[in-house]
Structure formats: C-alpha cells, structure tokens
C-alpha cells in the first residue's frame, strides 16, 4: 500500500549480523539519545505559576453579566437552555417586584439560573443564543473539586460583581466570535 | 581502643551514609527519569525539591500496615529484614580511602580488612536473595511467587558469570583482600585500574551486577507491567520502604564493588604527586572524594540505563546469562590465565 508520509520504514525479518547481535553498539546509541534528551531544554510547564497561552476563541467557565448600572442583563428568555446540546442549564424564571428596577434590566428575571458544568461541554452555543448580552464564556479556567454536586454552579456564582473591579472583561471574546463566526 | 571507638565511628558513618544515598537515590532516580523524558521531575518539597526523600519516608512510615490473612507472620517480617541487613552487610569491606596514622598508630578507612573480601561480598550478595525468596514465598500470593521465583532463578544464573570475571581479576592482582586489590591499582601515577586489563571481564560483571540488583533490564522480579509489584506486591508501609530501600543500598554497593574492581576504588590520575604535596588526612579525605565521585558515577549510570532500556523477556534473560555470558567469563578466565602464564 501506498504510504500517506514517506516516513514508514519496512520491517524486515532478516538475519542479524554478528555485530547487531552483540547488541553493544545499539545499547550505547540507545544511551546517546536519553543523554541527549537529559540536556535538553524541558518542555514542562509549571502550571500554577506559569499557565499555557490560550488560543483567542478560548471557551471556558461562564459568566452573567451585568449592564453599565449594575443591572442583570438575563430575562429568563430560556434560549440558551434550549440552544444547549447538553442540556446542561436549567432556569427558573420570575417577575420583577416594583423596587427591584435597579438589580433587573427587564420585567423578567432568572431566579435561578443553574449550570451544571459536568454537563456542560463549553461549545459557546449559549453564548450565541443569547439575544440580551447576558451569559457569555470567559477565559478563566473551570476549577476540579471532589464533589459532584459542587458542579452545579449557581448564580451567584455565576453573575459577575457590581463593583468594577469586579466585573469581568469579555470583550477579546465578543471581537473573537464576531471573527469566528465570519 | 581508639582503634575500635574509630571502626565504630566508621561503622556509623557508613551506615548513615548508605541511608543517606539511598534516600537520595529515590529522589534522584525520580530527577533522573525526568530529565530523561524531558521533564522537571519533583520539584516542590523544599529548594529544587530536596526535601523529596524526608517526605516520601515520613509518608512510607504513615501508611497503614496491611499483613495478608493467610501469610506466614513471621517469615513475611523477616523477609525485608534479610534483605536490609545483606544489603548494609556489605559496606563492611570496602576500602574507603588510604591508611592514615590516628595516635601514632597506622589505621585502615575499612571495617573490616578481612583477607578474602570478595568472597565475603559475594557470600552476602547471594543472601540478599533470601529475603526475596523469604518475602515473595510468604505473601501467599501467586504475583509475589512468581516474582520470588525470577529474582532465585536470576541470582543463580547470573552469580557463575560474576563469580568467573571476578576469578579473572584474582588472577591479576594475586589477592583475595578488596584492600589489596585497590592498592594494586596505583600504578601508572594512579591509573592502573583493571579495566585496562580485563575490558571484557568488567563489562561481565557490569551486567551482572545489573541482574544481581535487578535493575532495568534485568528487572523481571518486580515487573510491574506483568506481575503487578513482583516479591513485594502484599507489602505495604515501611516494609515495602525496607525493599526498595535494599534496592538502592545494592546499587549504590555494586557501584562501590565495580569501582573497587575495575576503576581502581579511589586511585585518581597523578595521585602520588598530590599525596607528596598534601597532608595525610587531606589526601585521605581527596581520596574518599573521589570514591564517592565514581560512585555517584556508577548510580547515575545504573538509572541511564534503567530509563534507555527496555525489560529482557524471561527466555532472553536465560540465553544471556547461561549461553552467553558464562562461556564468556570462562574464555576470560582462560585468556587472562594463558597470558599469566606466558609473561611468567
């Protein structure tokens, strides 16, 4: 058969000469190449300290926005929960009281609102579905925990904070999927 | 009496110092296979993860002690305990450096100067696999068995070959004292060493001394890929710690035997030059430095080696060992012999 690259070697059964059988200079060519590789340069990144540069369309953990008053962008519409092929999000939806016009953009809002990330396989759909600017995907790194139900993240994890300080910065990825999506 | 108080010093020292080397050939195998595979290896247990081996004990030491139901208590104890004692056992004959005067009296830097050391080291050698046999036989375990039955089979197959390279050099230096065949190497400004006599007869011994410790690629005792941990698959906690600790003991003692043997123990080029120059015990103590230097030579070339080739298969161990390597220490032997005989 033809070979896709040319690096295939054809394996042979013949006889070995009585120098390979000695094995001696196999061995020391074997111990050239582990001392060569011993000098190296390692390839190892320490993760907590040092992290990996993450490609521009980097899908990670999740984030409801707030607008520039510090309101919830998320009216419950349930589109990203329909959009989700994981069916990883479920909402409960409510309507906003009067004196809650300064947390709620809208007349609707998710009381709750519920990502189960061993679910959840980070395709951005969400995002994409999303019609109010509310749910995006940022790139911070989902974290590992030892229970399953620390998965199921909630919204107040999820809503970012009043504060600006403590407001998440998405805007590379709104340019990244804009480019993406082209 | 000074005499004694010294030997006892020297014992302590040696017994800490084979502990010592041992622990950090744990750590230092783990660097090692790292480095090899382009990796950094344990880094994080103190400044670049020295502090590796004191957690690795302190964890070997914590661990539960499982004894299996229908093992025979006593000889699964005495197992790993055989194995210790032979290993510690053999540091007693090394020559550790050269004669130096402590209150007028001329002391030797060895325990035990005893006139047939090589045998006493290879007495000891084929005991420490009793305590493989011993703990393998006494896990009641079909994996520890097998394991037990490889490392006996291995011994023997391997210790002929041994023993005839090392009747090679008897020949040579006429003596059967590890002392005296060191001293026999200080020819040539210190370079005398019997691996320019007996270049075929070294390599014997150096894959001997592989499959004696059972080290990569003689390491079919305790294969982990077939027979998940070999003789000490039932051990858990500090007797497990005492098996692998006996390992190391053996390497860093092999490696202290090959260098007594081959690479003139601690002769080093231009050493009588440096010894009409420097005080006795200044010498003594370069001495031992190189030593220990060649050594430290030898482990790193024991992990080399373990981490570029792969495990020989049962069938090949046996070829290698009967057909091969000891019709090749009997030429040897014949060789070294015959060319005694013809420069007499």
């Not at chain 2, 084929?126 to 490889?150: C, D, E, P, T």
């Not at chain 2, 305790?222 to 941990?229: A, I, K, P, R």
């Not at chain 2, 690479?263 to 420097?278: E, L």
Request: charged share 20%; proline share 3%.
């Amino acid at each position: 058969m033809q070979s896709l690259t040319n690096r295939s070697k054809v394996v042979s059964n013949k006889k070995m000469t009585w120098t390979e059988r000695m094995y001696i200079p196999a061995i020391l060519a074997g111990l050239r190449v582990t001392i060569y590789h011993f000098f190296k340069k390692k390839v190892t990144i320490q993760y907590p300290e040092q992290t990996r540069e993450h490609s521009q369309y980097f899908r990670g953990r999740h984030v409801l926005k707030r607008d520039e008053e510090g309101r919830e962008n998320c009216t419950a519409c349930g589109l990203c929960a329909v959009a989700c092929p994981a069916e990883a999000i479920t909402i409960v939806a409510e309507e906003r009281k009067k004196g809650e016009e300064n947390l709620y953009r809208e007349e609707k809002y998710a009381a709750e609102y519920n990502i189960n990330m061993l679910r959840c396989i980070f395709c951005g759909l969400c995002e994409e579905a999303c019609p109010k600017d509310a749910i995006y995907l940022t790139t911070t790194i989902s974290t590992s925990d030892y229970h399953r139900d620390q998965f199921i993240y909630t919204k107040d994890m999820l809503v970012e904070g009043i504060q600006d300080v403590d407001r998440i910065d998405i805007s590379s990825r709104r340019t990244g999927v804009r480019e993406g999506a082209m | 009496m000074e005499l004694i108080i010294f030997k006892i010093c020297l014992v302590l020292v040696l017994f800490l110092l084979s502990i010592t080397i041992a622990a950090y050939s744990t750590f230092s195998e783990r660097k090692v296979a790292a480095f090899m595979q382009d990796r950094i290896g344990p880094n994080r247990a103190g400044p670049f993860g020295l502090l590796q081996p004191l957690a690795d004990g302190i964890k070997m030491i914590m661990k539960e002690e499982i004894m299996p139901a229908d093992s025979n208590k006593l000889l699964f104890i005495l197992g790993p305990a055989i194995s210790m004692i032979t290993a510690l056992m053999t540091s007693a004959v090394i020559p550790w450096g050269p004669d130096i005067t402590i209150g007028g009296e001329k002391v030797q830097l060895q325990v035990a100067d005893i006139n047939v050391g090589i045998l006493y080291i290879m007495g000891v050698l084929s005991l420490g696999v009793y305590g493989i046999m011993i703990g393998g036989w006494a896990s009641n375990n079909k994996f520890a068995l097998l394991g037990a039955v490889r490392a006996s089979t291995q011994m023997i197959s391997y210790e002929l070959a041994m023993g005839m390279s090392i009747v090679a050099i008897i020949m040579t230096t006429g003596s059967l004292s590890l002392g005296n065949m060191v001293e026999g190497q200080n020819g040539w400004h210190g370079m005398g060493w019997n691996i320019f006599l007996q270049p075929l007869g070294f390599l014997i011994f150096l894959i001997c001394a592989f499959a004696e410790t059972n080290r990569t690629p003689f390491d079919l005792p305790e294969s982990e890929t077939e027979l998940v941990g070999g003789y000490h698959t039932e051990y858990s906690s500090m007797k497990l710690g005492f098996y692998l600790f006996a390992e190391y003991i053996n390497m860093f003692l092999s490696s202290a035997v090959i260098t007594c043997l081959y690479f003139g123990g601690y002769n080093f080029p231009f050493m009588d030059m440096v010894q009409a120059n420097t005080h006795e015990v200044l010498f003594a103590l370069i001495c031992v430095g190189v030593f220990l230097a060649k050594i430290i030579f030898f482990i790193f070339f024991f992990m080399w080696v373990r981490w570029t080739i792969p495990r020989f298969r049962f069938d090949q161990l046996m070829n290698l060992g009967w057909k091969v390597l000891l019709p090749l220490s009997i030429v040897n032997m014949l060789i070294t012999g015959a060319v005694i005989l013809y420069n007499q």
